[in-house]
């Protein structure tokens, strides 16, 4: 289940950031230790760190090896009671 959320909600967001005429570089983010971010995104020099969950209540954990390596970035959690939000990027 929680693969399947994953890559809905990548590519609704793809979609969003498309129909929106925002210009955007996505990364998926993994060590070789496995840590990993599910989702980076990055506009106008700013970049975004995105965790999934289908569950709000799951606990996330962004990997100290990327919030020390980037550490001018904003962390989100997106979950099944956010995800519409998060689908409408404005910034």
């Known amino acids: 289940m929680g693969a ?5 909600l ?11 005429c925002m210009q955007a570089n996505t990364y998926f983010w993994r060590t070789q230790d496995q840590q990993e971010i599910d989702y980076v995104e990055e506009r106008d020099g700013k970049m975004w760190a995105f965790e999934m969950k289908w569950d709000p209540k799951a606990k996330a ?3 100290k090896s990327f919030t020390q390596a980037y550490p001018e970035h904003d962390l989100k959690v997106v979950h099944r009671e956010n995800y519409y939000e998060w689908l409408q990027p404005t910034e």
């Open 4 to 8: 399947l959320w994953v890559n809905w």
């Open 10 to 20: 990548i590519s609704e967001r793809k979609k969003a950031l498309h129909y929106q």
């Open 61 to 63: 954990s962004f990997s």
